[in-house]
Nanobody, 116 residues
Framework: QVQVLETGGGLVQPGGSLTLSCVAS????????MGWYRRGPGNERDLVAW???????NYTMSAKGRFTISRDNAKNTVTLQMNALKPEDTAVYFC??????????WGQGTQVTVSS
């Protein structure tokens, strides 16, 4: 059963921008804060940014000032606008509840590659 579907990744040059989108099942979206996680090469999957049900946003230090997260409660979607991308942002990006224990069915993620 698909709970989340991430799209929007791709190859971008350093300094470029990408917008990631996620559609989630209503049963998990409606009740939870939603966030974007990422797993870089050889790394753990880490939370990058999250947005509460009321729209309050939070960012890790690596994302603050460059990424913007938002949610559309009518469409069960979460968006991550990423600007000023750096090579170290290269990762597979995932969308899920925050905390992730509320949904064990991770999506496939979307690959973001920042390279010249």
């Amino acid at each position: 059963q698909v709970q989340v579907l991430e799209t929007g990744g791709g190859l971008v040059q350093p300094g470029g921008s990408l917008t990631l989108s996620c559609v989630a099942s209503e049963n998990i979206f409606r009740l939870n804060a939603m966030g974007w996680y990422r797993r870089g090469p050889g790394n753990e999957r880490d939370l990058v940014a999250w947005v509460t049900r009321r729209g309050n946003t939070n960012y890790t230090m690596s994302a603050k000032g460059r990424f913007t997260i938002s949610r559309d409660n009518a469409k069960n979607t979460v968006t991550l606008q990423m600007n000023a991308l750096k090579p170290e942002d290269t990762a597979v990006y995932f969308c899920n509840t925050v905390p992730s224990i509320y949904n064990s069915n991770w999506g496939q993620g979307t690959q973001v590659t920042v390279s010249s």
